[in-house]
């Protein structure tokens, strides 16, 4: 009996251990008994060297704004048709995308997986940016090429009544706060989004002209936007307001509605070692050292907000349009087929992927870094893309831009190819979609 008294305490102390102690109801803390594992050791290091916290959340905004974005973001009466809103190719249903590879905007018909393209209307040359954690502060940036960004204060657009340090409409670019403030007003005024062709909105022609219409004559004739405008902007008079109050509205939805951070990743490097799977643990391994993920996926919004060259097959329609990227804007052809990096949280739910939707599953994505080389020059089209387009789906296999698409691969390792084992591929695909998964974007 006396040699079984010390065991006896010894398991005594490591349940009490395990309980959880208030101080009077104001804080709280649970002692976690677990000891960590060799691989969990390697983590810390990882998380020590990459200044990895978990990710806070944005600050708050008005209840009044977030509802009013949140009406604007579904309604379709901003669009030339009546028929397109926001939520058209960023649905919360799908991860705040569309599930295409290319978008649909005006004109076409149904919801993933039945939307269609209709003969006549154009479809988009780009995939749906997936939205989380996009809208936060500071970001300088919007759009896969960046065209649309604020710095130091100043607004460059393709508009120049956007654009400068005093822009012709300087009442809408005193609203911005975040490039993310310009990007709601654009598809507006883009034919292939919600402007459409050969309706009154779209033969108006002008820009400002479009915006103010949608503004006086489509939003605010309605009792409803009169009463949530007012709310929202309590200061404004409705004859003062102007096209910026809608896109801040709007931003002020999607930064605080379409945010991911309580993923299993977030728990674990707040210390619960548990909160991650084996396997998922073995795939951030592979994330922070061979697979090298973390060089443009940086940071705990997995992404550095920049442009990077990665060779992604050129996936378009017949007849054949190239997309330079990020050259498209700057003019500079060292941006020649760089695109914005995207964050990776929820990439779960954002399939395809890259900037036109090439790749359906991640997995291909990871079997292109192997070879980027081999990947773009014998790429195919995933069959169930062509169902949703009458157009028909062509890629770049022109051998001449494609070797100028692997030359302006921006990180080396990658020009030489990523070659992980299957089995670190299989624990940094469950490490992707698992544990940087975070739904609870949809009880918002």
């Not at 048709?81 to 905007?105: I, T």
């Not at 004109?107 to 993933?112: A, E």
């Not at 896109?247 to 993923?263: D, E, H, K, M, Q």
């Not at 399939?351 to 020059?377: C, K, Q, R, W």
Request: hydrophobic share 35%; aromatic share 10%.
């Amino acid at each position: 009996m006396k040699k079984l008294f010390p065991f006896i305490v010894l398991i005594t102390g490591i349940s009490l251990l395990a309980f959880t102690f208030t101080n009077c109801g104001r804080s709280s803390r649970r002692f976690v008994t677990s000891v960590k594992s060799d691989l969990d050791k390697q983590l810390d290091l990882i998380i020590a060297a990459n200044d990895l916290v978990p990710l806070e959340s944005p600050s708050a905004e008005s209840p009044q704004l977030v509802a009013l974005g949140k009406e604007l973001f579904f309604d379709t009466s901003m669009s030339g048709l009546n028929d397109v809103s926001c939520a058209s190719c960023h649905s919360p249903n799908l991860g705040s995308g569309d599930g295409l590879p290319l978008s649909l905007g005006s004109g076409t018909t149904g919801t993933f997986p039945n939307r269609r393209q209709v003969a006549g209307v154009l479809p988009m040359r780009r995939h749906s940016m997936a939205l989380f954690n996009t809208g936060r502060d500071g970001r300088t940036h919007a759009l896969w090429d960046g065209r649309l960004n604020l710095i130091n204060g100043v607004p460059s657009t393709p508009l120049a009544i956007l654009s400068g340090p005093n822009p012709q409409r300087s009442d809408i670019t005193s609203m911005f706060e975040n490039a993310f403030d310009i990007q709601p007003l654009f598809p507006i005024i883009n034919r292939t989004e919600f402007l459409g062709v050969n309706n009154p909105l779209a033969n108006l022609g002008n820009p400002s002209v479009i915006w103010d219409t949608v503004l006086f004559q489509r939003l605010l004739t309605q009792t409803k936007y009169v009463t949530l405008f007012s709310q929202a902007y309590p200061n404004v008079a409705t004859n003062n307001l102007n096209p910026g109050h809608i896109s801040r509205a709007i931003r002020a939805y999607t930064r605080t509605t379409f945010v991911a951070n309580n993923s299993p990743f977030d728990k674990y490097i707040a210390g619960d070692i548990h909160a991650l799977t084996e396997n998922q643990k073995l795939g951030m391994r592979t994330f922070y050292t061979n697979g090298a993920c973390n060089v443009c996926h940086t940071g705990n919004t997995f992404t550095n907000n920049d442009f990077e060259g990665i060779a992604v097959p050129q996936l378009t329609f017949a007849p054949f349009q190239d997309d330079r990227g990020r050259e498209d804007d700057t003019g500079n052809p060292a941006d020649r087929y760089h695109f914005k990096t995207p964050g990776l949280r929820n990439v779960k739910l954002s399939a395809p992927y890259m900037h036109n939707g090439a790749f359906d599953t991640l997995e291909s994505v990871i079997s292109h870094y192997s070879n980027v080389e081999s990947s773009i020059n014998n790429y195919t089209i995933p069959p169930s893309f062509q169902q949703h387009y009458e157009l028909t789906l062509i890629f770049d296999n022109d051998s001449a831009r494609n070797q100028e698409r692997i030359d302006q691969v921006s990180d080396p390792r990658l020009k030489a190819g990523i070659n992980l084992r299957p089995e670190e591929q299989q624990n940094l695909v469950d490490f992707l979609e698992n544990g940087l998964l975070d739904e609870t974007f949809k009880n918002r």
